[in-house]
C-alpha cells in the first residue's frame, strides 16, 4: 500500500472507521464484475464523511451497483458506502410547528431521507403508512441518493418531480442544500457538481392518491416482470432512450438480440438488457455495449447514450463513448 493510502487509512481508522484495502467488489455490483478499491469505508455520518473529503484521494460513492459498471482493475482512491445517518426517514409535517417527525400526520409534507437508505425500503415504510408520492421508484433498485444522481425513473415519473431539495457535500467538505431548480433536472440526468456526495434528500409525499398509486404500481411491477429479464444479473436499461423512441427498440431492430461478447450478452427478452452469463469480465461489457451503440449508429443513424454510469480504472481513450 502507498503512502498515501496508508496515511489515509490511519485518518478514517481515528475517526472511527474500518476501511478495508483492496476491497473486492464484483460482487457488489449488478454486473459482477469489475476489481478491487483501493479503500473501501462504510460511512455513518456527515462528520466521517467530512473526514473521508480531507483524505484529497478520489472518492467514489457505491450505492447499490445496480446501475454501475466498475472497470477490471478496479477503483483507486477510496469507495464509499453511506450507512448510519445516512439511512435514516423522517417527515417535515406541516401540521406541527417545527423540526422533523417519526410519522407524517397531515394530508402532505416532506420525506427527509437519508442518500444511504435503498428505494425499495423507503417505498416499503411509505406503504406501511399509507403515505404516497413517490410511485415513480417502484421496481428501481438502488439508493435514494444514486435515484437523484441520475434522476431515475419509470413510466410513472421521475424523482426530481418530487424534489423539495438535495443536501450535498462538496469536496471540500462544505454542506449546501440545493432546489430542484438548482439541479436543472432532465431525462435520467441532474447537475451535481464536481465530486459531491449527496447526503439527504427532501421529497414531496402526500397521503392523497394513495390507492390509485398502489394500483399504478401494481400494474408498472407486473408489466416489468413481463418484459424485463429481472432474473439475471443486469444494470437494467443500458442506454438512455434517445428522444422519441426506444433503446431497445432499436437494439432489437438491429438484429442484436442473443448477441455475445465474451461472457456478455444482449438479453433476448429485452435488448436495451445486457446481462452477465456467468464469467463476463467489464471489457466484455464495454466491447457489447460498443457493438450496440456503433451498429445502431449505422443502421439508424442514432448515437445511444449509455444510461450506466461508468467508473474506475479503464484503458485510456474507451470512455466516454
Ligand atoms: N422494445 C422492443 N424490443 C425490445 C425491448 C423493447 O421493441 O427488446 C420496445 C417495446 O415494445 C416498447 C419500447 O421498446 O415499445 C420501450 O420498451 P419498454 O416499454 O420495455 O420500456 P423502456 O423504454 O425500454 C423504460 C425505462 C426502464 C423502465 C421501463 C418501464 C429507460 C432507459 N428505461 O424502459 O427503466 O423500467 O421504461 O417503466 O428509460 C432503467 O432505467 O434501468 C430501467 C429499467
Known sequence: MSWELAGASLKLIMAGMEPVKDAPLSKKGYWRVGGPADLMVDVNDESQLATVMDTDLPVTVLGNGSNLLVADSGIRGIVIRLRGTFRALAFKDPSVPSGLTDTLNSESGLAVVGAGMMNA?????????????????????????????MNAGTRLGE?????????????????????????????????????????????????????VERESIREHLEYRKG????????????????????????????????????????????????????????????????????TVAEQFGIKLEPEVHVVGDWPEGLWPL
Open 121 to 149: 425500503v423507503l417505498l416499503n415504510k411509505l406503504d406501511k403508512m399509507g403515505v404516497a408520492g413517490l410511485g415513480c421508484l417502484a421496481g428501481v433498485p438502488g439508493t435514494v441518493g444514486g435515484a437523484i444522481r
Open 227 to 294: 418484459s424485463q429479464p429481472l432474473d439475471q444479473p443486469s444494470c437494467g436499461s443500458t442506454f438512455k432512450n434517445p428522444p422519441g423512441d426506444a433503446a431497445g427498440r432499436l437494439i432489437d431492430a438491429a438484429g442484436l438480440k442473443g448477441a455475445i461478447e465474451g461472457g456478455a450478452k444482449i438479453s433476448e427478452k429485452h435488448a436495451n438488457f445486457f446481462v452477465n452469463t456467468g464469467n463476463a469480465t467489464a471489457m466484455d461489457l464495454y466491447r457489447l455495449i460498443k457493438r450496440a451503440q456503433d
Open 159 to 211: 424523482i426530481g418531480s418530487k424534489v423539495a431539495f438535495v443536501r450535498i457535500m462538496l469536496p471540500n467538505g462544505d454542506i449546501k442544500n440545493l432546489t430542484a431548480d438548482a439541479l436543472g433536472f432532465r431525462y435520467r440526468w441532474a447537475s451535481l457538481p464536481n465530486g459531491a456526495v449527496v447526503t439527504r434528500v427532501g421529497l414531496f409525499v402526500s397521503k392523497d392518491g394513495y390507492d
